[in-house]
């Protein structure tokens, strides 16, 4: 059985399509979701609401306060352990979230090297903050050029990791990878849901203006009152750190809101480009299919009787 995955950019129903295949099969959601582990961050991260929580078991969902980090091994690694859970219970694993690297790291496996070294990050990030990220990027191009090449010269965190790993193991990182690859104890479907570009970039404008309509600057009030704010990884989430500049500088809120929709526009085109990228997916033309139609493509490829 290969276990399926539901993603695609934002604001393509992936969430509406799973809750609805729930009234049909016996399944538990596991979400792929960046920032959907952090708790007290729902609207902006738009979060399943309580009741469709209750609908069908959810999994990785609030799991985490937002001073934490999480990354795609730590992913990884829940996810195949919640996969043996759902299965040994009869159930089907239903894999949804468009985190492009989680889903990645899911299905072709994850890089089990050493682990963080907090001396050497703090030598790191110091002189990237003395002679900027660019540098760091040409001392990782004369130890590594291959892996330099897929990395862009402002991106501090794999930049420090590929240089982390080489003073700890005295070999490239491209190396590494090889070396100390897990592969993944299961097999899977990716159905990647996507639909026409001005229609998608139409829903996530009224997204946004939803969101602010709901609360979303009183729950962001509400992080920063609990002691959380934009100097924790959570705070990359589109919007938080936009609105918590907002409620501290002031400003016009309709330029806030535009800003964030102009940013969340780019991040669903950066999301269509990375899934492009991945190999042997299943795009589903969710303006041109219904339920049903996305459900029998479902069905057909599992083999679900």
């Excluded at 792929?32 to 959810?58: C, R, S, W």
């Amino acid at each position: 059985m290969r276990i399926p995955v539901i993603t695609g950019p934002t604001a393509t129903g992936k969430t509406d399509f799973v809750l609805k295949l729930a009234e049909y099969f016996d399944i538990e959601i596991i979400s792929a979701d960046a920032y959907q582990v952090f708790k007290y961050m729902n609207i902006g991260t738009a979060k399943p609401t309580k009741n469709e929580l209750d609908k069908v078991k959810h999994h990785l969902i609030d799991i985490l306060t937002p001073d934490n980090n999480y990354s795609a091994g730590d992913f990884f690694n829940h996810a195949e352990s919640l996969i043996k859970d759902i299965l040994n219970k009869g159930k089907m694993p239903v894999i949804v979230g468009g985190t492009g690297l989680y889903v990645e790291s899911l299905t072709k496996g994850i890089f089990k090297g050493p682990s963080r070294n907090e001396e050497i990050r703090k030598e790191l990030n110091e002189i990237a903050c003395e002679k900027g990220i660019p540098f760091l990027h040409k001392e990782l191009k004369k130890v590594d050029p291959l892996y330099a090449s897929k990395v862009s010269e402002n991106d501090l965190v794999r930049i420090i990791r590929a240089l982390e790993v080489y003073r700890i193991l005295n070999i490239p990182f491209t190396e590494a990878h090889k070396l100390f690859h897990k592969r993944p104890e299961f097999k899977y479907n990716v159905y990647v849901f996507y639909r026409n570009r001005n229609k998608l970039y139409s829903l996530i404008n009224e997204r946004v203006d939803k969101m602010f309509d709901v609360g979303w600057i009183d729950e962001v009030k509400n992080l920063n009152q609990l002691g959380y704010d934009s100097k924790y990884s959570s705070f990359k989430a589109i919007g938080y750190t936009e609105i918590e500049n907002f409620l501290k500088n002031g400003g016009d809120i309709d330029d806030i809101k535009n800003d964030i929709k102009k940013k969340t526009r780019r991040f669903a085109k950066r999301q269509f480009t990375w899934f492009k990228h991945m190999d042997k997916t299943i795009w589903i033309d969710v303006d041109r299919l219904d339920f049903k139609d996305i459900m029998k493509k479902l069905i057909t490829s599992f083999e679900i009787t």
